[in-house]
């Protein structure tokens, strides 16, 4: 089995930064592509940002002067930062990774539980 984990985020402060983690664990034999969705109330799931194995960085246009994704492959872990946090980022923030499992021929979409980030002062 796999889970995504994800910790961090929480209440922060308008201008301030909030960072998150996502880690992997279970029958892992290797993960390609990992990044991050948010998700707000009423709306649908908004794609923030995905890296690469190697490290390729890509991020959704609106938010590319202020976010950062970082993986560590040692970990199977996944990164992100969001700066000059506004209202508006208020939301449900989800990772998720495409996992290659222990014996299998395939790679699968995981996803982690959400978790929250509210912008507030």
């Known amino acids: 089995q796999v889970q995504l984990v994800e910790s961090g985020g929480g209440l922060a402060q308008p201008g301030s930064s909030v960072g998150m983690s996502c880690v992997g664990s279970g029958n892992i034999q290797n993960i390609r592509n990992m990044g991050w969705y948010r998700e707000k109330p009423g709306q649908d799931r908004e794609w923030l940002a995905t890296?690469?194995?190697?490290?390729?960085?890509k991020y959704s246009q609106s938010l590319r002067d202020r976010i950062s994704i970082n993986r560590d492959n040692d970990r199977n872990a996944v990164y992100l930062q969001l700066h000059s946090l506004q209202s508006e980022d208020t939301a449900l923030y989800y990772c998720?990774?495409?996992?290659?499992?222990?014996?299998?021929?395939?790679?699968?979409?995981?996803w982690g539980r959400g978790i929250q980030v509210t912008v507030s002062s």
């Open positions: 890296i690469t194995r190697p490290g390729v960085q």
């Open positions: 998720y990774a495409s996992v290659l499992t222990t014996n299998s021929d395939a790679y699968k979409e995981f």
